[in-house]
T-cell receptor
Framework: GAGVSQSPRYKVAKRGQDVALRCDPI?????LFWYQQALGQGPEFLTY????????KSGLPSDRFFAERPEGSVSTLKIQRTQQEDSAVYLC????????????FGPGTRLLVL | AQSVAQPEDQVNVAEGNPLTVKCTYS??????LFWYVQYPNRGLQFLLK??????LVKGSYGFEAEFNKSQTSFHLKKPSALVSDSALYFC?????????????FGRGTSLIVHP
């Protein structure tokens, strides 16, 4: 079937604006991860879901960042009152739980905060 | 704690020559190790992984990697490089003993294959 999809692919926000980034994982994948990738860096972990449960949010940089996965499939990463330092590519990945370690990544959302 | 290092920001190789992209790791238990490739404006694509068993792992597009426990390394190799292999390569590690499902990624190595 289809891979992981993310929308929008590009987002330009004014500082202080709220944004919402969407991730559609591969159907049937239990685990979902969000990462932040700054220019020239590797992905940095933000948060992890197992079905609808957010099991780890230790990587969220501030309380302006919020993620949800209410029905255990689609996930939304919300950033409130965006700051310039939030500019990055936000990657979503999904994987089977306990059946497969491999993570399948979406194309990412490139966020630019002006 | 788990960590991974990619000591080279960039690797240059001529087309047809063998290539090596280096990765070393640190874990308290046993590691799961991964290589991913990223093309411009794309997400990461899985290349190969080491979970257990044979130390030499073969993956997509002719790539392979050798798990070396004594040197805590997992270098990515290919016998004959192609120009189309030019991309950003990421090594990742997960510590089995940690109880977490969260991998740690390296900073990435830019591979440039010259015609």
């Amino acid at each position: 079937g289809a891979g992981v999809s993310q929308s929008p692919r590009y987002k330009v926000a004014k500082r202080g604006q709220d944004v919402a980034l969407r991730c559609d994982p591969i159907s049937g994948h239990v685990s979902l991860f969000w990462y932040q990738q700054a220019l020239g860096q590797g992905p940095e972990f933000l948060t992890y879901f197992q079905n609808e449960a957010q099991l780890d949010k230790s990587g969220l940089p501030s309380d302006r960042f919020f993620a949800e996965r209410p029905e255990g499939s689609v996930s939304t990463l919300k950033i409130q009152r965006t700051q310039q330092e939030d500019s990055a590519v936000y990657l979503c990945a999904s994987s089977h739980y306990r059946g497969q370690e491999t993570q399948y990544f979406g194309p990412g959302t490139r966020l630019l905060v002006l | 704690a788990q960590s991974v290092a990619q000591p080279e920001d960039q690797v240059n190789v001529a087309e047809g020559n063998p290539l090596t992209v280096k990765c070393t790791y640190s874990v308290s238990g046993n590691p799961y190790l991964f290589w991913y490739v990223q093309y411009p404006n794309r997400g990461l694509q899985f290349l190969l992984k080491y979970i257990t068993g044979d130390n030499l792992v073969k993956g997509s597009y002719g790539f392979e990697a050798e798990f070396n426990k004594s040197q805590t390394s997992f270098h990515l190799k290919k016998p004959s490089a192609l120009v189309s292999d030019s991309a950003l390569y990421f090594c990742a590690v997960r510590d089995i003993a940690g109880g977490s499902y969260i991998p740690t990624f390296g900073r990435g190595t830019s591979l440039i294959v010259h015609p």
